[in-house]
């Protein structure tokens, strides 16, 4: 045989036993195969639907290859078994398709995949069954090499090892763990969470793409952006993302929800929503209230956010200071040892001490910030700081100025606290006296009957009269000083104890002034004694008495005055007017009338009220201060309708077309008559 018929037969021995191999390497790779069916049930391999038959012990059209769809009819199943055997019930009326995919490096590194045991493929392998509608009992095959991913248009669940029911019926996916693990996403990427064994839980999502999970059984934590939601048994959440701010929206659908945040706990109650977001350079979590009152925990106290308000939450991830800020409207911190109100557009700093008794130091920036305890409100002004604790045995209140000075407003008065100062307080519910002590330097109280100074050790009790104001103060220990207006000082002792009333205010400046009041005592006592002159001695004072105004012995006092041991005056004339003295060794009398309207106090029914005394001569309802003639009973002063008509003879004082005044007698209304006017 010469050369070239040699080189001829190798060629073409060569091209015949190579041809088998190649056409088998070009033909797909068979998936999976469907090895037991019940019913009517076929299989689509491009575009086109064959049913599965059974010939002998064969069963026709039974193979699953690449982007193969399987569908189950009404009253029928199947058993598909993959090559790792890997296995799925199909129950009736299901529609599912097989494809796969290579795995990205991140879900390699992620779930830790280190080979490709099976198949042609190069490469990891992910194994995607879209289930379209219907319901599977899947048993997957644990694999190093092979993740295996379920989808339906709620979202994905990724398996390994994993025995599960998986159901997608009328909008719903139903998810029953009985082992292994299930990593779930939604559609949107938005939400992801891990379900456990004994965990039974439905998906669903609304046509604004918003998520709905709900937990039948177990406990699921899902992930957003912006925190972790705990959803228990027989709970379930909304979940729904602004794709233009990130802002997550979370929603208490049945139960109460937990979001666990870097700053705090939203808690979340049935109906209510709370929106949430995290700023990417400070970490602040922002919260607001979407729908009904949202509350926040954090390490320092709890945070209430009403519907439409929000607030700004940080860490301090050095000190773990916790910062509130309010953004809108005006948000409540309840802490320990108080609850604290932050306007919109202020902020706190807190910290909790709770080494020996808990403290909470409390810081204001950007605004004011009070803070409400049981025995006073303590008010912390920008760049000031107090610290606050509460003995759990007596409920005395500890209060600490840390920075600057802090004002502390009790019911016996306002204590100023500079630097450094703190001061203990206690009110007696039962007796209402309250109980001041400096702890560390001087507590100064600013009062009514004037300024408290208690010493370093020192301490007090005082209580208030609701009726007639007199102060009482008991000097418990060391040094208490009492500094009046007129700059005269009183030291009270330990166990003395001292009453004493505040110092009238000035006059009111109104209208309807003391000047008034004279004018109209002159009007009703001609004879400049007595008010009506019928009493029988012809000056209204007490029959066979002395004239009101009248001083015959020269002493200071008119006759028909009278004054007790304690040093009250009281003088009966028409506008009775009573004086108090504050202290019975002193001599003189001091004036009570707070209001400055020439009635005493003692009779006046608001003696804060220049507009009110208690005097009504004519009788016509109107107080006799703002009364223009308060011995005429036709004269209020009152025109509601602005007609010129006084209300006390206008038939219809809220309408200006009726005066009740008809001059001329024709029957027609002075307001609407025009020949006539209105006189009076």
Known sequence: MNRAHLVTVIFISTLFLSTPRAALSQQEERLAVVSKYEGDVKVQHQTI?????????????????????????????????????????????????????????????????????SGTHQGLCCRKVQVKFGKILANITPSKSVLTEFETPTGTASVRGTAFTLAYIGGVTSIDLTQGLIDFADAGNDVSFSVEPGDNIDISMSELGHSSISVNAGQLDISTDTGTLIVESGESTGVDVD???????????????????????????????????????????????????????????????????????SVNADTGDVTISSEEGSVTFETVTGTATIEEGASATTSKDCTDTCQISLGAEDGTVEFETSSGRVIIEDGESAGTKVDEETGEVTVSAEEGTIAYETNMGIAVMDEGVVVGSFVDMDTGEVSVSAITGTAVLETEIGTISVEEGGSLGATVDADTREVTVTGVGGDVTITTEDGATTDVDAGASLGTCPVAHEAAATEYSADIMN?????????????????????????????????????????????????????????????????????????????????????????????????????????????????????????????????????????????????????????????TTILM
């Open 243 to 313: 794709a233009d701010t990130g802002e997550v929206t979370v929603t208490a659908e049945a139960g109460t929800v937990d979001l666990e945040t870097s700053t705090g706990t939203a808690v979340i109650e049935e109906g209510e929503a709370a929106g949430t977001s995290v700023d990417a350079d400070t970490g602040e979590v922002t919260i607001s209230s979407e729908e009904g009152s949202v509350t926040f925990e954090t390490e320092t106290g709890t945070v209430t956010i009403e519907e439409g308000e929000s607030a700004g939450t």
């Open 519 to 675: 004018e109209s005592k002159s009007e009703q006592n001609p004879d400049g004694e007595g008010a009506d002159d019928e009493a029988s001695d012809g000056d209204d004072a007490l029959p066979g008495g002395p004239d009101e105004q009248t001083d015959t012995d020269g002493d200071g006092v008119n006759d028909s005055s009278s004054t007790d041991a304690s040093g009250n005056t009281t003088n009966l004339t028409d506008f009775q007017q009573s004086s108090f003295n504050a202290d019975a060794d002193s001599s003189g009398t001091v004036i009570v009338d707070n209001d400055g309207d020439g009635v005493g106090a003692d009779i006046d029914p608001d003696d804060w009220n220049a507009n009110v005394t208690g005097v009504d001569n004519d009788e016509d309802g109107v107080d006799a201060a703002i009364d223009p003639d308060d011995n005429n009973s036709n004269v209020t002063g009152v025109d509601v309708d602005e007609d010129g008509v006084d209300a006390a003879v206008d038939s219809d004082d809220w309408n200006a077309n009726v005066s009740g005044v008809d001059n001329d007698e024709d029957g027609v209304d002075a307001a609407i008559d025009p020949e």
């Open 49 to 117: 639907w064959k049913t599965i038959k059974q010939i002998g012990n064969r069963i026709r059209n039974s193979g699953v290859y690449e982007a193969d769809s399987v569908m189950t009819m009404h009253a029928s199943a199947a058993d598909l078994v993959f090559n790792d055997n890997t296995s799925l019930e199909i129950e009736e009326d299901t529609s599912l398709t097989i494809n796969t995919r290579e795995m990205s490096g991140d879900e390699i590194t992620q779930n830790g995949f280190i080979r490709h045991v």
